[in-house]
């Protein structure tokens, strides 16, 4: 009853809608000449928070003055989420847990004595199991389906739903929701709502809490009675989606290929993320190869890889998700831009503009050569020229001067 106490009065419709059991028959179990029953006055209350329920109970009477002893309680219960059970020991006489208030809660209990009259050894006693099925109220199959949350880049989140089969005219559907750091529960911050009603719920960053039950419920009025109750419960950081990846670049270095991109804006840290590389390659034999590679923790987002001989051009598009190290889940990205490497054929373009240009050179020196030679013939024309005057010259002064002056003339 310590728990019930702290919650205002108007929540006594929620609580103790459990049950409350009478101390069970006495336990055959004994340890140093008592009896070591199961605890007594278990109860369980469900304070209106959407499936997160009180456990409390008191020491068994048989144990009420025992000394010497440390009595521990062994508590069971059914995670329906997991669908398994799991397992816990305390020495309060509380325990609070999540359930899923569409299924059965089942939780079993036992006493754990160790004392010094037993030699230090643990002594079990015997468990009781408590069984509690909520019946269900509302309109038969109006509850709603495919319910899913998508916490976008880590700004808001957006839990969305279909109506259920069974939708009775002019309903209306409520979400609320509830965590650990909140009083109580609140109705929907904004609804998506679509041209068939209320669709979905729109969750700003501020009203989320991560790496805790995030309880759900909806629930629903039409005036043909109320609506089923559907409740869920997430842990948020686990349906993180981030934003696609931006600014996608591919180089081509020596012998190979680099590819850079921008992380996802968003408040997704870096080190949270891990990318997934799609290439896909046009062969030159008319295939086309495809590759997926995940990296789980890129120091940096970028990647070199070899280029195949036998490539033509190459396709590259990324998406990323939360990783391992920061989350048990989430969800892909949508793809990036598609960006490819040059086409092979381009790439020869240049090539065959170096050869040109060797043409051209070599008809340019071809040119200059002919013209050098035209150059030369004309020269020797000139000289052959100038030889002839002067024979001729030689030959008049030879008659006209006296032979003293001669070897002027020579
Ligand atoms: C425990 O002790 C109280 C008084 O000290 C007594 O009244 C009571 O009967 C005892 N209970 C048991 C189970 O022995
Ligand atoms: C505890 O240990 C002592 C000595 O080792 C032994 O005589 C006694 O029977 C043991 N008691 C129990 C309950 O095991
Ligand atoms: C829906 O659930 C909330 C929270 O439990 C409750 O306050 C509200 O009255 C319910 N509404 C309907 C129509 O059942």
Redesign the pocket.
Known sequence: MLLLNKFPAWLSAFTLLLLTQEPVSTSEVTACGVAVDPPANIEITDP?F?GYLSIHWTRPASLQNLTGCTVRYQLRYYDTYEERWRSVRTVKLTYAAQFDLEKSVKVRILTVLKCACTNGTEVQGEETEWVYTREPT?VAGSGIRDFHCVFYGKEYMECTWESGPVQPPNSQH?L?YWHKEMDE?K?CPEYIVLPEGRRGCRFPRESLLEFSNFNL?V???SPAG??R?AYFSVEVQNHVKPAVVSSVHVSETAGGLKLDWSPPSGRVPEHCLEYEVESSTAMENGKEKQERMVFQNLVDTSYGLLRGVDSQKTCFRIRSKVNMYCADGGIWSDWSQTKCTVDKETRYIPAWKYLSLVGLLVIGIGILCLSLWILKKICIKKINKKDALYTLYKEKVNKTMPTILSPIFK
């Open positions: 209106g959407l509302g409520y609320y529960t109705e419920c629930n629903g009025s109320s609506l109750t």
